[in-house]
């Protein structure tokens, strides 16, 4: 097994993995929390991993946590590794859903647990064990907020869409990614039980970044192009990629001060431009007047509910039937969003909400 040094992006170790109170006494260990992500220089996994700093802190919890850097192989040497050396109950965020099936064979037949967030498990993945959970937030609802934040604004602005006939340029994140399929799905499903005919004018797979959304958007807008009546963006750095585009191109309410909403439409773009995640960016344009709205993605909660799964596996031997210091425990209803299909494990997927978030 190649050495788990090599691929270690970030690591930390909350409190001491051995107690020594005398040289002739006996040494005693400090269980530990083993965190696996897919990378960490993503916005939201970034933030998710501060939260969980702080929820381990706060309860006195050790955690020791690597990035594979979106490579599956290392992530899986990483978890082999770390089970060596007997760590048995882990928070992940999964290189993909198609990978959690073989981290929760591994842990499970060691008799350990796991929390997976952000990256969906498959189904399969939580069958393997009950001390297997999905901790995280429907992404179908994220693309429904978004939804209902459009009808609200248009309801609020009919001259800006003609009748029921809705533009829309739409900007994906990481295709295959559970976010990138359900939150589409969500605003397409959304907006048509709103009665919305929706016309994509552009799509793009901007891979949640920002500087790549802006660079697809700034030729698109710089050639022929259709008529649009909103930018929806799957993450905030998408949608503040596309508003730095639409800003630099002119499409501003006053060109000079691109921050005034001189017609009082809650934007100073000529039209609505929505993300998702409540970022502190996408927080800050928003009050400049630029990007309309967003969903909270609450990564702190999802870390938080996470690490409080599996150290009440590592305490009491399971999570069954539990509700988290938050609130929240298992899912009681399935849906049309896996891992939520099957009722053989929607006891073990804890829901985080999204919350809409505008002016």
């Given at each position: 097994m190649k050495k788990i040094g090599k691929y270690?992006?970030?690591?930390?170790?909350?409190?001491?993995?051995?107690?020594?109170?005398?040289?002739?006494?006996?040494?005693?260990?400090?269980?530990?929390?083993?965190?696996?992500?897919?990378?960490?220089?993503?916005?939201?996994?970034?933030?998710?991993?501060?939260?969980?700093?702080k929820a381990a802190e706060e309860n006195e919890i050790t955690i020791q946590a690597y990035s594979a850097n979106n490579d599956a192989a290392i992530q899986i040497d990483q978890l082999k590794t770390m089970l060596l050396n007997g760590v048995r109950h882990f928070v992940i965020i999964a290189y993909n859903t198609d990978l959690t099936e073989q981290m929760a064979k591994i842990i499970n037949s060691q008799g350990g647990s796991a929390a997976f967030s952000n990256v969906i498990p498959s189904v399969d993945a939580l069958k393997v064990g009950k001390n297997l959970f999905y901790a995280s937030s429907p992404e179908t609802d994220a693309g429904n907020f978004q939804a209902q934040i459009i009808d609200g604004y248009f309801k609020k602005n009919p001259s800006k869409i003609n009748g029921k006939n809705l533009n829309v340029v739409y900007f994906n994140?990481?295709?295959?990614?559970?976010?990138?399929?359900?939150?589409?799905?969500?605003?397409?499903?959304?907006?048509?039980?709103?009665?919305?005919?929706?016309?994509?004018?552009?799509?793009?797979?901007?891979?949640?970044?920002?500087?790549?959304?802006?660079?697809?958007?700034?030729?698109?807008?710089?050639?022929?192009?259709?008529?649009?009546?909103?930018?929806?963006?799957?993450?905030?750095?998408?949608?503040?990629?596309?508003?730095?585009?639409?800003?630099?191109?002119?499409?501003?309410?006053?060109?000079?001060?691109?921050?005034?909403?001189?017609?009082?439409?809650?934007?100073?773009?000529?039209?609505p431009v929505l993300g998702v995640d409540a970022t502190e960016g996408?927080?800050?344009?928003?009050?400049?007047?630029?990007?309309?709205?967003?969903?909270?993605?609450?990564?702190?909660?999802?870390?938080?509910?996470?690490?409080?799964?599996?150290?009440?596996?590592?305490?009491?031997?399971?999570?069954?039937?539990?509700?988290?210091?938050?609130?929240?425990?298992?899912?009681?209803e399935t849906t049309r969003e896996a891992p939520l299909t099957d009722r053989a494990v929607i006891d073990q997927c804890f829901i985080v909400p999204f919350v809409p978030v505008t002016k």
């Open positions: 270690i992006g970030t690591s930390f170790v909350l409190a001491a993995l051995l107690l020594c109170t005398g040289c002739n006494k006996k040494v005693e260990k400090k269980e530990v929390i083993g965190v696996l992500l897919r990378n960490d220089n993503d916005l939201f996994i970034a933030t998710y991993k501060d939260g969980l700093i994140g990481e295709y295959g990614h559970p976010g990138q399929i359900y939150r589409k799905l969500g605003v397409m499903e959304g907006l048509a039980k709103l009665g919305y005919n929706v016309n994509v004018v552009a799509e793009f797979g901007a891979n949640w970044n920002l500087d790549s959304a802006r660079q697809y958007l700034s030729l698109w807008l710089e050639g022929n192009h259709p008529d649009f009546d909103v930018v929806i963006a799957q993450n905030d750095e998408m949608a503040l990629g596309a508003v730095e585009a639409l800003v630099s191109h002119g499409f501003v309410d006053n060109p000079s001060n691109p921050a005034q909403d001189l017609d009082g439409d809650g934007t100073a773009l000529y039209v996408g927080k800050a344009s928003m009050q400049k007047n630029q990007m309309y709205g967003t969903v909270l993605q609450d990564a702190n909660a999802q870390a938080a509910t996470a690490l409080e799964l599996v150290w009440q596996c590592l305490k009491n031997g399971t999570a069954q039937g539990y509700t988290t210091k938050g609130g929240i425990s298992a899912a009681k």
